[in-house]
Each structure stands twice: as C-alpha cells, then as structure tokens.
C-alpha cells in the first residue's frame, strides 16, 4: 500500500511538473525542429542557387569566348543575369567585371567605372575581388583623365600581396600626367615589392619603364657616346704638329 501510495505520489507530480512546463517544453520542441528543418531546406536552397550561378557564370565564359558577332550581346545578358538573380553571389561580382572590361574595349570608360563601384560595393573589403576592381578603377578613372581621383582610390595603407600592383599602376598613372619624378619613385617601389615576382607585374616590363626614366650620370653618357663608332668616325682628328725635319 505503501509503495502504491508512492507511486501515486510520482504519478502526480509528474501530472503537476507537465501542467506548470508541459505547454513550454513542447514549445521548444516544435522551434528545435523547426529551426532544423529551416537550417537543412535553407541549405539545399543555397546550394541549388550557387549550381545555378556558377552554370550561369560558365556560359557567361563560353559567350565571351565566342568570336561570333552576337557572343558580345549575349555576354552581356548573362552578366546582367547574374548581377540581378544572384546579386549576393561572388559570381555577380566576376560577372560585373567582365562587364567592365566589355565596356572598356568599347571605349565606355563611365560605364566601366559604375560596374567597377558595383563590385566594391558588394566585395568584402580587402578580399582579392575588391583589391583587383580598386586597380582597375583607378586606371579606369585615370584613363578618363582625372590623374588626381586616380590616385586617391589607391589605398594609402599598405596593401599587402598587392603593393606591387599598386605601386605599378600609381607609376603608370603618373607618368601618363608628366611627373616623371614621382613615376620613377612609384616604379621603385614596385620593383622593391615585387621582389622574384609578383601576380599581375611584368618585372621585364617594369624595369624597362623604370630605366627609360633613370637619368644617365654625365661621365656615362660621355663614354657611350665615345664608344659610338659613328660618332667617333666624326670626331676631328689633330694633326701632328712635331717638325720632321727635327729628326
């Protein structure tokens, strides 16, 4: 009796224990799953949008590598697409500067410029994608002949991986304003940067653009123009004024 009485005991306390968190407890259930069933249709969801992506992005390629008439259109189209459908997508930020670089061909420097903004707009700061459409934007800005906003879209800091680009394209849109000084300065410290080699920096290239504005020492310059022979075919000979008839 003793024992059923405990029993009863356990019965309804359990019977109170549900009454007071039965209603909680089950609602913590139902969010657990829910929130899981979210995570996992979620999931699938993300991954079907990034196949769609990246086949969109594969054609977008293909089109771009079509000599035909209508591949330039038709690019374009794709990239639009992927820019619209799959704004957030690293592939939308590929295919924007894709777009740029069609629109650079065709001479639309202001239309090269907004996708080139679109892409650091979207691209994590410092990521690869924002450090490669900072570049071209400032060659982009330069080539439409404001030297001075060019130069500002250059990060001050030091850029890491990059500096050597960096300091390449500063060069180069310096010396397409005439501050030669500066350039050859710019151009130094790509070539310091750069090291062995660097992605994206022709070391062949950047010392001929910085040689082409080292200027040469006086007595070089003299011993290369005497080593010219047709210079030197020029060049008066003294005749030799000891009287003969001395000897």
Do not use: C, H
């Not at 005991?9 to 829910?34: D, F, H, M, P, Y």
Request: aromatic share 6%.
């Amino acid at each position: 009796m003793e024992q059923y009485r405990t029993e009863e005991e356990q019965v309804e306390a359990l019977r109170r224990w549900w009454n007071e968190n039965g209603k909680s407890t089950v609602a913590v259930i139902v969010i657990a799953l829910a929130a899981g069933l979210g995570w996992q249709a979620w999931q699938r969801e993300s991954g079907n949008q990034r196949e769609q992506a990246s086949d969109l992005y594969q054609a977008l390629l293909r089109a771009n590598d079509t000599p035909a008439p209508s591949s330039g259109p038709q690019g374009v189209e794709l990239a639009e697409r992927l820019k619209t459908e799959f704004s957030g997508s690293s592939y939308a930020q590929f295919a924007a500067l894709q777009l740029a670089a069609m629109a650079v061909q065709d001479g639309n420097l202001a239309e090269a410029e907004a996708q080139l903004r679109w892409v650091l707009g979207k691209a994590a700061s410092g990521s690869d994608t924002a450090q490669v459409a900072q570049l071209r934007l400032a060659r982009v800005v330069a080539a439409a002949g404001n030297t001075d906003q060019a130069l500002d879209i250059l990060p001050k800091a030091d850029p890491g991986a990059y500096a050597a680009s960096y300091a390449l394209a500063q060069g180069d849109i310096l010396l397409a304003a005439s501050r030669n000084d500066e350039a050859r300065d710019a151009y130094t410290r790509a070539m310091t940067a750069a090291g062995s080699g660097s992605p994206g920096v022709n070391l062949v290239v950047l010392q001929q653009k910085l040689q082409s504005l080292t200027p040469i020492p006086p007595q070089s310059r003299i011993q290369i123009e005497s080593a010219d022979p047709i210079k030197a075919a020029t060049v008066p000979i003294t005749p030799d004024t000891t009287d003969a008839s001395e000897e």
